[in-house]
Each structure stands twice: as C-alpha cells, then as structure tokens.
Nanobody, 123 residues
Framework: QVQLVESGGGLVQAGGSLRLSCAAS????????MGWFRQAPGKEREVVAA????????YYADSVKGRFTSLRDNAKNMVFLQMNSLKPEDTAVYYC????????????????WGQGTQVTVSS
C-alpha cells in the first residue's frame, strides 16, 4: 500500500510561485509512476505532469509547459511541483497520484491518491 500526502498549497497572486510537495510512504517512488493532477470547481480532473519510473522524461500538460516543473527526490521519497508564473486559471485542488505500473496511465487508473491541496491564484 502506498500513502501520499500533499502540502504546500495556498493563496498567491497572479505571477507568483508555489511549490507543492508530495510525501510518499509504503514504497520507494523510484518504483512508481508519479503524477500531479488538478481539479477546478465544475471541471473534470486533469493531468498536470506525470512521469513513470521507467522513463527519463516528464509529460506536461500544454497549459503548464514552461511554467511548472515536476521533480523527484528519491532519497526523501518525495515529489515536488514547482509552479511559476501562476495564473488565475491555475486555481484548483492539486492531487498527487502514484501507480506501480511503469508507464503513464489514464487518470482513473492511478491506484494511489493523496488528499489534495488547494491552490488559489488571485488576479
């Protein structure tokens, strides 16, 4: 069983930055596909960034390319999402998710989810 706990959300002005953290326990993240997702009010959950343990590159949604960076720290068993140049449309609950399979997956196939952390960007 894998447990995920996100932190780092909050209120920030447009143009600002936040760094989200996801602490994993129960399994080394070096053996997990890890992803960041978000869900805005009234919208479906969408992928923000994801990478598998077997791949060297990270997938980013077009809406965040060049602004967000997902980083792994295997020693700490943590994943981070550095978010720069934030926009009001980035406002959402952000979730960390993981799966044992070594490939990117559809959202509803990730096996483990954190509780989410709220990010609010004011204009």
């Amino acid at each position: 069983q894998v447990q995920l706990v996100e932190s780092g959300g909050g209120l920030v002005q447009a143009g600002g930055s936040l760094r989200l953290s996801c602490a994993a326990s129960g399994r080394p993240i070096s053996t997990l596909t890890m992803g960041w997702f978000r869900q805005a009010p009234g919208k479906e959950r969408e992928v923000v960034a994801a990478n598998s343990w077997s791949a060297g590159s990270t997938y980013y949604a077009d809406s965040v390319k060049g602004r967000f960076t997902s980083l792994r720290d295997n020693a700490k068993n943590m994943v981070f999402l550095q978010m720069n140049s934030l926009k009001p449309e980035d406002t959402a609950v952000y979730y960390c998710a993981a799966d044992r399979r070594g490939r990117l997956l559809p959202i509803d196939e990730y096996g483990y989810w954190g509780q989410g952390t709220q990010v609010t960007v004011s204009s």
